[in-house]
C-alpha cells in the first residue's frame, strides 16, 4: 500500500483558484530601440525648448540694452535742442532746466515708432511756440491726432502731419490728391505737399498764423484753449476733436511744455547738466 500524499501544499493554494505560470518577458530588441528612441526624442525636446527660451531671454536683453542706448541719445539730442533755444535767450535757465526735465517724462515711457515720432515733433512744436507763439502742446497733440504719431499715408507720403488741405490759393508747393471723410462724407480732396518733417510743422505753423479766421487763437497761451479758438474757426468738423486732443495731451501730460517766454539775461548754457546713461534707468 503506498504512502498517502502530502496535499498541504495543494489545500493552502486552492483557495486563489488555478495557479498559471507567469510567462518570463524580455525585452526584444525592436521595443528597446523604440524606448530608446522616445527617451532621445525627448531629451532633445527639453533641450530645444530650454535653448529657445534661452535664446528668447538673451535677445530681450539685448533689445532693452539697444532701446536704453537710443533713448540715452535720444534724450541728449533733445536736451542739445533745448540748450540751444536757451543759448539764444529765449528761455531762462530754469525753464529750460524745466522743460528738459518734463521732455524726458515725456518720452520715458514710449518705445519704437511713438518714441521717435515724439523726439521729432517735440523740438518743432517748441520752436513754434518761439517763432508763432503757438502752444506746445497744440502742435503735439493736433499732429499725434490727425497723423496718428506719424503714421497716417498723408504724413509718410507728403509730410503732411496735420492733415492741411491745398485750398488756399496763396499755397504754390505741391498738391496731393487723398481720400478722406468729411462730414461722414468719403471723397478725394487736395492735400499740401511738405519737403520734409520739418517743413510740414512749420507749414501748420505758418497757415495758422496767415489766416484771419484762427486770429482768436493766439490769445490763448495754453493748448485746450487754442486748439478750441482754431476749431472755432473752422479747422476741422469733428464733432470729437476737441475731446480727442484733451484725451492725448493728458496722456502724455504736454501741458508741462506750454511754457511762457520770459526774456532772461544772458545765461551760460554749461549751467546744463548732460544726461547719461548712468543717470537713465534701463527701460521695462
Request: aromatic share 8%; charged share 20%.
Amino acid at each position: 500500500m503506498n504512502a498517502p500524499k502530502d496535499i498541504g501544499p495543494s489545500l493552502a493554494l486552492a483557495p486563489y483558484g488555478k495557479i498559471s505560470k507567469l510567462p518570463n518577458r524580455r525585452w526584444g530588441s525592436r521595443q528597446l530601440k523604440q524606448t530608446i528612441g522616445w527617451i532621445t526624442a525627448s531629451l532633445v525636446g527639453v533641450i530645444l525648448l530650454s535653448a529657445f527660451i534661452i535664446g528668447v531671454a538673451i535677445n530681450r536683453i539685448i533689445e532693452q540694452r539697444l532701446e536704453h542706448q537710443q533713448y540715452v541719445q535720444l534724450v541728449q539730442a533733445l536736451q542739445s535742442d533745448i540748450a540751444r533755444l536757451h543759448s539764444v535767450n529765449y528761455y531762462s535757465t530754469q525753464q529750460t532746466l524745466d522743460i528738459a526735465s518734463h521732455i524726458q517724462k515725456i518720452v520715458s515711457p514710449l518705445t519704437g515708432k511713438r518714441r521717435e515720432f515724439m523726439s521729432n515733433i517735440i523740438p518743432e512744436a517748441l520752436r513754434l511756440q518761439i517763432t508763432h507763439s503757438i502752444p506746445a502742446s497744440a502742435t503735439i497733440s493736433m499732429a499725434i491726432y490727425e497723423s496718428r504719431y506719424g503714421e497716417s499715408d498723408l504724413a509718410l507720403e507728403h509730410h503732411n502731419y496735420f492733415g492741411i488741405k491745398a485750398f488756399d490759393k496763396a499755397w504754390t508747393g505741391g498738391v496731393a490728391q487723398m481720400p478722406t471723410t468729411d462730414s461722414g462724407v468719403r471723397r478725394m480732396q487736395p492735400f499740401r505737399i511738405y519737403d520734409d518733417f520739418r517743413s510740414g510743422v512749420e507749414g501748420y505753423g505758418s497757415f495758422l498764423a496767415a489766416s484771419d479766421r484762427y486770429k482768436a487763437a493766439f490769445d490763448h497761451s495754453d493748448g485746450v484753449n487754442f486748439v478750441r479758438a482754431v476749431l472755432d474757426g473752422g479747422y476741422c468738423p469733428d464733432d470729437n476733436y476737441l475731446s480727442r486732443i484733451k484725451m492725448i495731451m493728458e496722456r502724455h501730460n504736454l501741458s508741462g511744455l506750454d511754457v511762457p517766454l520770459q526774456k532772461a539775461a544772458p545765461q551760460k548754457v554749461a549751467q546744463l547738466q548732460p544726461i547719461s546713461e548712468a543717470t537713465i534707468p534701463v527701460q521695462n
